[in-house]
C-alpha cells in the first residue's frame, strides 16, 4: 500500500484545517517545510519507520498471527505492529468474540524488541474466583489462608520482565479493578499475607468484548483503570465487515488442515457459502467450518459441495442472487444518480469484480477466472486489453 507524505514547500502557509484535509484524504502526514530546523532529515526519519513498519507487516511473524490483504485490516495491522514494535505502552484490544484479540496479544509480545524479554503470561478475567483473586493476581505466602501449604507467585511476578495478557478485563470485579491500579501504575504490590513490597515490570495488554467506556458510564469500570489500561486502544472488526478476506483466510485454514489443500481448488457454489454465510463466532467460527470441509474432502480434485456438513449447506434456491444486497442496490442508485448509464455501470461494476477477484486470489488467474465464471484466456485478454500486467501459469510474476 502507497504512503504519502505531504509537504508544504517554503513560502506557503500550512493551516491546521489544511493539514486535517490532507489526512482526510489519505495522506499519512502533513509537514511544512519552513517550521523545520532540518525538513530533509525530518522527512528521511518519517520515511524510515514508514519502511520498517512495511517491512513487519509483510513479515512472517505477522503473516503467521494475523490473514488479511483488505484495506481496513491492513491499515489496523499498520497500527498494531508500529505500537508493538517501537512502545512498551498498555494496549486495550476490543472486538467480539472469535476476531482474534489473543493473536494480537501474543504479536505484540512476539515484536516487542525489549533485551532478554520474559514470559506471555495469560490470565482469563472470567475465570478468576472472586475470593481467590487476590492470589490469582499477586501471590500469596504460606499460611495467608485455608489451604495455602506454600508460597505461590501470581501473575505479576509470573510477568515479571514479559508480557501480562488480561483476557475479558471488562469482567473484573469493582474491588479488584482497585487493587490493580497501584501495580499497574507503580509496578509495586504485596503477596496476600505478606509484608514485603515487590517489585514488577511487564507490559499490559488487555482485551475484552465490551465496550468499557460504555461500562464506565454505566458504573461497572473504572475511569482510572480504563486510562491506564488503553494507552494504545484497537478494536478488531467482525468478520462481516472484512469478508475481502475470507479467500485468504480460507486457503490459511486449509494449509493448517492438510498441506495438499493449501492450492487446491473450490467450487464456485463452495466460495457462494464461504462468502454469504453468517459467521456469528467471525474468524473462529469461518476456521471451524473449513477445518470441517477440508477433513470430509478426499481426492486431488477441487472442494465441492458434497464436502460441505450437511448442517451447513443452504436450502435450495436461497444463495440465488444473495448478493444483490441494499448495499448494492444503493451503489447503482447512486451511479444512475450521477449520470451513469446502462453500459457505463455495467462495465464498472465487471472491471470491479474483476480487480477484487484477482486480488483476493493472490493474482492467480486460474482460481479468479473460475469465481468469476470465464476460462482463464477470457480474463488474461481482458486485463490486457486494460494494460493490466500479464500473468503466466496463474500467478503473479
Known amino acids: 500500500m502507497v504512503r504519502v507524505l505531504a509537504v508544504a514547500l517554503p513560502g506557503h502557509v500550512l493551516s491546521a484545517g489544511t ?18 530546523g532540518d525538513p530533509a532529515s525530518d522527512i528521511r526519519a518519517r520515511v524510515r519507520r514508514w519502511i520498517q513498519v512495511e517491512e513487519l507487516v509483510r513479515s512472517s511473524v505477522v503473516r503467521d498471527h494475523l490473514v488479511g490483504g483488505g484495506r481496513a485490516w491492513t491499515l489496523l495491522l499498520r497500527q498494531i505492529v508500529e505500537v508493538a514494535r517501537f512502545t512498551e505502552s498498555a494496549v486495550l484490544v476490543s472486538g467480539e468474540s472469535g476476531t482474534g484479540k489473543e493473536l494480537v496479544a501474543r504479536l505484540i509480545h512476539d515484536l516487542d524488541p525489549r533485551p532478554g524479554k520474559g514470559e506471555f503470561v495469560i490470565l482469563d478475567c472470567t475465570t478468576v474466583v472472586p475470593t481467590l483473586s487476590g492470589s490469582e493476581f499477586f501471590g500469596h505466602e504460606k499460611g495467608a489462608f485455608t489451604g495455602a501449604v506454600a508460597a505461590r507467585d501470581g501473575a505479576f511476578a509470573l510477568a515479571d520482565g514479559g508480557t501480562l495478557f488480561l483476557d475479558e478485563a471488562g469482567d473484573l470485579p469493582l474491588p479488584l479493578q482497585a487493587e490493580l491500579l497501584r501495580v499497574i501504575q507503580e509496578g509495586m504490590y504485596k503477596r496476600v499475607g505478606g509484608n514485603i513490597w515487590r517489585r514488577t515490570k ?23 483503570l480504563y486510562y491506564r489500561i488503553a494507552a494504545w486502544s484497537f478494536r478488531l472488526p467482525p468478520l462481516r465487515d472484512r469478508l475481502e478476506d475470507i479467500p485468504m483466510l480460507t486457503r490459511r485454514f486449509l494449509s493448517q488442515v492438510r498441506t495438499d489443500l493449501s492450492d487446491v481448488e473450490l467450487d464456485g457454489a463452495v466460495w457462494e457459502l464461504l462468502r454469504t454465510r453468517e459467521y456469528r463466532g467471525n474468524v473462529r467460527d469461518l476456521r471451524q467450518l473449513v477445518f470441517r470441509i477440508a477433513q470430509r474432502h ?14 451447513e449447506r443452504p436450502p435450495v434456491g436461497s444463495t440465488e442472487q444473495s448478493w444483490v444486497d441494499p448495499t448494492f442496490e444503493e451503489a447503482i ?16 461494476a465487471a472491471e ?15 482460481r479468479a477466472a473460475r469465481r468469476l465464471g470465464v476460462t482463464d484466456r477470457a480474463l488474461q485478454m481482458r486485463r490486457a486489453s486494460r494494460g493490466q500486467p500479464h500473468f503466466t501459469h496463474g500467478k503473479g510474476s
Open 333 to 348: 442508485r447512486r451511479a444512475l444518480a450521477r449520470g451513469g448509464t446502462l453500459r457505463s455501470i455495467s462495465r464498472s
Open 352 to 366: 470491479t469484480a474483476v480487480r477484487i477477484a484477482v486480488a483476493e486470489e493472490q493474482f492467480n488467474l486460474k
Open 19 to 36: 493539514a486535517w484535509a490532507l489526512v482526510q484524504e489519505g495522506a499519512s502526514d502533513v509537514i511544512a517545510w519552513d517550521a523545520s
Open 298 to 311: 478426499r481426492g486431488a480434485g477441487p472442494i465441492s459441495v458434497g464436502d460441505v456438513p450437511p448442517d
Open 202 to 224: 511487564f507490559r499490559l495488554i488487555c482485551a475484552t468484548n465490551r465496550d468499557l467506556l460504555a461500562e464506565e458510564a454505566a458504573g461497572r469500570f473504572r475511569r482510572d
